[in-house]
Structures are given as structure tokens and as C-alpha cells.
């Protein structure tokens, strides 16, 4: 059983220092995961990792098997979820070769199952704070340590994809007063509090969208940036998951984490229940 999952996007295929390697299979309700789920222990911590789009990143942003993939990590144990994305930046305090820890999310994507929920069994979830800030606390102080450029507090928005944005909709978005955009975060984000997990979010930061003059995203300029990126991530998950396994959950998660029980009577479909026998379990 794993501790913690790492969800790697795109430029993160692997991590290193892992030790006890097992590829494993998972099979979910929801199909099957963007990959095999790679187990290992990294300093006493035991961990499963996942390349979000698969390691040879065969996954759009839309086509991405979000449920599968949370529902896996869930079912190997894990209680808190690391994930890391390539992202662009509505600020010019937030550069390329920046790691940013958010605090809000826009969810902006429509073509996406956004739940595992349905089908008479109905759970209104809290999301007002998607990320939980004691772990986004760690990895900025501990990305600080290494002398990674680094920042906190910061509203990402999801997008579709895989185009990147227009000029005028990259200007949108930075009037809108939001600082980040990526294709992935949702509904990953929510997926994770549906299950009752921790989850922290990594940006790493590679371009500018395209709102600045001069300096629009292209796919050169993502793959400019994205190895250091990867270097950066890599020393930080080595540096922070020892702290971040011995860090219980916070009073503000759990204030937020669902009432997995509140709609379990006896009119839910005892196959619905049993296919969500993961998900419905708390183990925080």
C-alpha cells in the first residue's frame, strides 16, 4: 500500500530516488488509468506515481482518464495526492522556471466527467478551498530551501486544450484578475475531493500564454523551459515528501472533505455502491 500519489504532467514522466520498483495495473470502474502506477519508497515514504498523460504521452488534457486515475491511487492507499502541471502565466511575477503553488481554481473546462458521482447517489461536495494550504506551505518553503524560484498564492484556471489560448481570450483571463492556466487541474482537483484526498498542486511555470506582446506560447518555448522544470520538481518531491507523510490532515481539509455516508440509504443501487466502495471510504 502507497502513502502518497504523484500525478506527473507534462515533462514529468518519472521521478527518481525510487526505491522497491513495481509496475502495476489497476483496474477501475472508470476504465483504465493513463498508465501503469509506478511504486516504489522514496526516503521511508512509500509512494505511487502516474504520468498523467501517459509516459509516452499519449493523452490530450480532455482525454485524460481523470477518474480512473484518482480511483487508482485510491485504491492503493493513498491519502494525499501530489500533483504537478505545465502551465502558462497571466503575470509577469510569475515567470518561466517558476514553481507556483495555487490557492483558488477556475474550472473552465466542459467536455469532461467531472464526478464520480450519479446515477441516484448524490453527494454535494465543499470546494471552496480546492487545495490544502499546510501542504502547499511545505513545498513552498521547502522550494524556497533549494533556491527554486518559487511563489504562493496564485488563482489558476483550467482550459480544454490541447490548443493554447487565443491572444484575446489570454487577455480575458488576465483581466479577470487570475494568474495561471493549465489544461489539466480540473476535474482532477475536484475528483480528489470527492475522494477524500489531500491534494497539492505544483505549476511549473513554462511561458507566457499569450497575452504578452512578442512573447507568445509556442510549443518551442514549453520545451525550452520544461527540462528545468523537471530538474526543479524532481528536487523538490525528494525534498518535501518526507515532511509531507508525517503531516496529518489539516482542520480546514477535513471541515471540507464530503459526507461520504449522507446519501447512502437504502433507495442507492447496491451496484453503484459497490463500484464507488473506494471512492466512499475515508481514510484520513
Known sequence: MIQIGIIGGSGLYNIEGLKNIKEI???????NPSDKVITGEIKGVRVGFIARHNRKHLFTPTEVP???????L??????????FSAVGS???KFP???LVMPDQIIDKTTLRPNTFFGSGLVIHTSFAHPFCNCLQEILYKEAKKLKIKTAKGATLV???GPAYSTKAESLFHKKMGWDLIGMTACPETKLAREAALR???VCMVTDYDSWKEGDEVNVAKVNETMKYNEIAAKKLILAALPLIAKTAC??????????LTASHNKTIDKKVLAKLKVILEHNF
Not at 25 to 31: D, E, Y
Open 74 to 83: 485510491k485504491k492503493l492507499g493513498a491519502k494525499t495526492i501530489l500533483a
Open 90 to 92: 497571466l503575470r509577469e
Open 250 to 259: 489539516c482542520q480546514e481539509c477535513k471541515k471540507e472533505m464530503p459526507d
Open 158 to 160: 483550467a482550459m480544454e
Open 96 to 98: 518561466p522556471k517558476t
Open 199 to 201: 491534494f497539492a498542486q
Open 25 to 31: 495495473s489497476v483496474k477501475t470502474p472508470f476504465g
Open 66 to 72: 481523470y477518474r480512473a486515475n484518482i480511483y487508482a
